[in-house]
């Protein structure tokens, strides 16, 4: 959902010049900013990296959920995809601004008992570590969708059919909490912009930008 959010704010956002979405299949979404790219291999960028360069910021909104899955799976996918793509894109881009969608208990120690906390903790200290201008985690907790904006989680869609009438009045009432496809996007642009006076984002934070 908020790969779909931060995209629609890019293709409206006139301060924006192009967008390289790296894709497995494509969308069938058609804008002039807008240029996919089909990378089949989301574990080896080598082959793509001529058409990497040149770009000041990287959102990075790809996840999967942990129901269900291993640490060792889990952190294959989580960690394993991020920083892939993460270290190619400081090597290429040093100028770059790397903004990585987290989330809400993420567990910096990397040793708390929550696997997917850990593993997204993990995944940040080490972005953190890399040779970009700068780099941003941000830890949403609940995402109202707009715009017609849709999570692939079937899980998470099936609950937000069913309460979704209720998500805005929780945007609302818990700014803490709760934050919308729409206000992501926008912070992640703001921040890629102008930067922000810390690395770790909460919601608090994303809602306030």
């Known amino acids: 959902m908020v790969g779909q959010g931060v995209l629609r ?3 409206l956002d006139p301060d924006v010049d192009r967008v390289l979405s790296i894709v497995r299949a ?25 058409d990497l ?9 790809l996840g999967v959920s942990s129901a269900g899955m291993k ?13 892939a793509a993460a270290r190619v894109l400081a090597r290429l881009n040093p100028a ?19 696997m997917w ?10 972005l953190l570590r890399l040779s970009f201008k700068a780099a941003y985690m941000f830890r949403p907790g609940g995402i109202v969708p707009l715009h017609g904006v849709k999570s692939k989680t079937r899980i998470y869609q099936t609950f937000l059919t069913i309460f979704g ?22 912070a992640m ?9 810390k690395a770790i984002l909460e919601t608090a934070d994303i809602n306030k930008l």
């Open 96 to 114: 770059m601004s790397f903004i990585y969608v987290s989330g809400l208990g993420t567990d910096s120690s990397e040793r708390g008992r929550t």
């Open 9 to 11: 704010e890019c293709l």
């Open 71 to 83: 640490e060792a799976d889990y952190r294959h996918v989580t960690y394993g995809i991020t920083m």
């Open 165 to 186: 009438p209720l998500m805005p009045l929780l945007y609302r009432w818990f700014p803490q909490y709760v934050t919308t496809t729409e206000q992501v996007g926008r």
């Open 53 to 61: 360069t040149g770009y000041d910021a990287c959102f990075f909104c």
């Open 26 to 50: 494509l969308s069938g979404q058609s804008h002039p900013k807008l240029r996919e790219l089909v990378h089949k291999d989301f574990f080896d960028f080598s082959a793509i990296e001529g």
């Open 117 to 126: 906390a850990r593993v997204k903790g993990k995944t940040e200290n080490d």
């Open 189 to 197: 642009l703001k921040v890629a912009k102008l930067g922000a006076p």
